[in-house]
């Protein structure tokens, strides 16, 4: 391992799970935190559209993952409706046993079980 390369284990096993599924891409480390799609995208000189928000739900109780543009905001009522149940909002301590990441820090892969998931059209662009 390199000392100048950031590392946490968290991290690795995203990047681990996330080459394994072919994805070519190279994990930036911000020297400040993105608290928000917004700050992220400005850190890397991107669009906000080009951000992925992997944010965690409930849909009856059971943790659901949407995955949405970061310039797009999840509307719950109808996507509840569309998938046939309640969506709610989903506590940290239900964010980390679904996918042992925290808050603010979810990746769409590393969850120790899948997840059902469900993707923002936009994010195709």
Known sequence: ???????????????????????LGQVRWLDDTATTAAHAAAALGIETGAIANSLIFTLDDEPLLVMTSG????????????????????????????????????????????IRTVVDVALAR
């Open 1 to 23: 391992m390199n000392p100048a390369v950031p590392s946490h284990p968290a991290v690795d096993l995203v990047e681990t799970q996330l080459r394994a599924r072919g994805a």
């Open 71 to 114: 310039d797009h905001r999840v509307d719950t009522v109808w996507l509840g409706q569309q998938l046939g149940g309640t969506i709610g909002r989903a506590s940290k301590e239900t964010v980390k046993l679904a996918t042992g990441q925290v808050i603010g820090g979810v990746a769409p892969v590393g969850h120790p079980a899948p």
